[in-house]
């Protein structure tokens, strides 16, 4: 494809889902862990290595698919910030919707313009 590809959202992107990773396991072992000494919550942080490689390589096609993934811990997120009772936990709820929104945000940008590429080569063959 000859699309340009905008390195600014691929660092972004990049950025916040390392972010998102340290901070799902720096929260359940060590900054507000649901019991004391961790959880095993920790694991919820697995799924977003799977999609490291692909988006440091700037794989338009891991994009896609982590930006799906990334919803769920938006979801986690909104989910906690609204009903967690500590006030620690609540702020970690937080940061995690800012940086999967981030992370989403950045994702669409850096794949629309592979994706428009894509659907004008289609169309003109």
Known sequence: MNAELNP???WAASAS???LIVLCVAWETVLAPIRPGGSWLLLKALPLAFP???VLK???YTYQWASMLVLLYLMEGVVRVMS?????????AGMEVALSLIF???????VRPAKRAA???RSAS
């Open 8 to 10: 600014r959202f691929r």
């Open 17 to 19: 889902l390392l972010a």
């Open 52 to 54: 490291l490689r692909g």
């Open 58 to 60: 700037g794989n338009v």
């Open 84 to 92: 967690d009772p500590a006030p620690v936990s609540a702020a970690l």
């Open 104 to 110: 989403f945000i950045s994702a669409l940008c850096y």
């Open 119 to 121: 659907r004008s080569q």
